[in-house]
């Protein structure tokens, strides 16, 4: 009996075809933006009217990302979707394009609950929004924030952005403000309005400028509360103007690898501009990090602050002042503990400076790399500060010597989490080195939650 062979014909290699989208022509004929209601077209049609210029297919993709950033950035749409298609019709071109942006608006009114951390104190905030509200961006929010210290407020915002020039905007609300701070014996209660205009400059450096009017109403905390906080309770009205820049070219703000970031504040209160509070300040701030073998990163940071009151009659006010002391600012020394103090509370000062050097490693033996291990760090310092007056008058060397006789220092280790990327926990071990009698210094174990940190 016969056999037969048969054999399995192999399947047909698939040819590969290579484009090169930076070198296929196109001609783009016509861009859409379906789904408007509420914003005006003079909004959105700059955005993407440079579109129409792109000569390349990959020029078109590159032109189209740009765009709807853009128009994301306007805070007007719950979502974008892009759609590049060949052009159609009897007229269409035969490398003809058309770009469509499908595009869907915020609701009328939207609102949510949400957490806040800040100043070594979690808040809960309950937030009502009104978003695009005239078709250009604009939006009116009004926040309730509670916190964990007693803390209270309220704010009603109306933000309004300028729509060539990316980062600007203009803002202007009112705001209710309760908070009691213990550490000076003391709780305030602030009613006020302000106005602020923000924007880019060169580098990329983020301006504010902010005026402020605050009725104040300052109160004894307890039955304890010392004679000097005491004189300074009652009411103030405060009228100032306020400049700030940064800039920030870190790769985190949380826990940095490279970069730095400088920040300049000045304040001017009083003056012509009302009130009877009347001083001028200013203050900076500089860290610096250089990552080095193995993960390892070390960080310097700074900061000082001045103030003159330019009042013959009443001096500066608590409130006003400059503090130093606690983990987001002087590791090993209580909330405000360092510097002058009367009866057990904090005074504060017209000036200050401070220092630190840090060293953050990567946990030992690397426990979960690649995912959640990452967000330790072990953390080594060394920070100091003077928190009395850095000047006395005479001569350069009695200066110094009133400078190293303020000094306090402390030296410590810890663990640092980063708590997804909006603030960081720390619990170091401190041990202070230089301090005075009357300071509150922390031996041992010192906890600190925050976003910034000295």
Request: net charge positive; aromatic share 8%; charged share 20%.
């Amino acid at each position: 009996m016969g056999s037969v062979h048969a054999k399995v014909p192999e399947p047909a290699q698939k040819e590969t075809l290579t484009v090169k989208v930076n070198e296929v022509p196109v001609t783009v004929e016509r861009v859409y933006i379906d789904g408007l209601a509420r914003t005006k077209n003079d909004a959105v049609v700059p955005d993407v009217k440079h579109i129409l210029a792109a000569k390349k297919f990959e020029e078109v993709v590159i032109r189209s990302l740009e765009a709807k950033a853009k128009l994301e950035a306007l805070g007007a749409f719950k979502s974008i979707g892009i759609l590049i298609d060949t052009s159609k019709g009897p007229e269409a071109a035969g490398n003809g394009v058309e770009v469509t942006f499908t595009v869907e608006e915020l609701r009328h009114v939207g609102g949510g609950i949400h957490t806040l951390i800040g100043n070594n104190e979690g808040s809960v905030a309950f937030g009502l929004r009104m978003p695009n509200l005239m078709g250009r961006g604009e939006k009116l929010v009004g926040e309730y924030t509670y916190g964990s210290r007693k803390t209270q407020g309220f704010q009603l915002v109306f933000v309004k952005p300028f729509l060539r020039a990316p980062g600007a905007r203009f803002s202007a609300g009112i705001s209710k403000g309760e908070g009691e701070f213990p550490w000076s014996g003391y709780r305030e209660l602030g009613r006020g309005v302000n106005a602020e205009l923000s924007f880019q400059s060169i580098l990329g450096m983020q301006h504010k400028v902010k005026w402020e009017g605050v009725w104040r109403e300052l109160s004894c905390l307890t039955n304890a509360t010392s004679f000097a906080v005491r004189e300074q309770a009652g009411h103030s009205l405060k009228s100032s103007l306020h400049h700030s820049v940064g800039w920030d070219t870190r790769d985190n703000s949380i826990l940095p690898n490279n970069g730095f970031v400088l920040r300049l504040n000045k304040e001017l209160a009083g003056m012509g501009l009302g009130g009877d509070v009347n001083f001028v300040k200013g203050d900076i701030e500089l860290q610096l990090n250089k990552s080095l073998l193995f993960g390892t990163v070390v960080q310097g940071t700074l900061t000082a602050g001045i103030m003159h009151n330019l009042s013959k009659i009443i001096g500066p006010r608590i409130s006003d002042r400059y503090f130093l002391g606690g983990p987001l600012t002087l590791r090993g020394f209580e909330m405000r503990g360092a510097g002058p103090n009367s009866d057990g509370d904090s005074l504060g000062s017209t000036s200050f400076c401070a220092g630190g050097l840090h060293l953050y490693m990567p946990l030992p033996f690397r426990p979960g790399k690649g995912g959640f291990g990452d967000m330790f760090r072990t953390h080594l310092f060394v920070n100091g500060g003077v928190p009395g007056p850095l000047f006395i008058g005479g001569n350069r060397q009695e200066n110094l010597d009133h400078l190293l006789d303020q000094l306090r220092w402390a030296y410590g280790a810890g663990v640092v989490l980063c708590l997804g990327n909006i603030a960081r926990l720390e619990l170091n071990y401190c041990v202070p080195v230089t301090f005075k009698t009357t300071d509150q210094v922390v031996k041992g174990f010192q906890c600190g939650i925050g976003l910034t940190f000295l």
